[in-house]
């Protein structure tokens, strides 16, 4: 059974910090690209972060310079540490695990991420 949990989600004030982690179990964690996802109300989801197998980044325009994704192989861990927050970057955030060789990919239920004053 796959599961993806995701924790760390809160409320902070603008130019604060939080850090998100997804704990992955059920599935061979090393060979799965990890994303973090985002959806705020009303909007459409969109990708905000990606870790592959191998380790390689890439980040949306809006969270360059702000946002740091991670992860731990041995643990079954990704991170995002989150800094400067914005009012926009309120959302649920998601975990994606996707392994495109086995048609595989998972989601996680999500994390509320609130950043007001």
């Known amino acids: 059974q796959v599961q993806l949990v995701e924790s760390g989600g809160g409320l902070v004030q603008p130019g604060g910090s939080l850090r998100l982690s997804c704990a992955a179990s059920?599935?061979?964690?090393?060979?799965?690209?990890m994303t973090w996802y985002r959806q705020a109300p009303g909007k459409q989801r969109e990708l905000v972060t990606t870790i592959t197998s191998g380790g390689r980044t890439n980040y949306a325009d809006s969270v360059k310079g702000r946002f740091t994704i991670s992860r731990d192989n041995v643990k079954n861990m990704m991170y995002l540490q989150m800094n400067s927050l914005k009012p926009e970057d309120t959302a649920v955030y998601y975990c994606n695990a996707d392994n495109t060789f086995y048609s595989h990919n998972y989601w996680g239920q999500g994390t509320q991420v609130t950043v007001s004053s």
């Open positions: 059920g599935i061979i964690f090393s060979v799965y690209d």
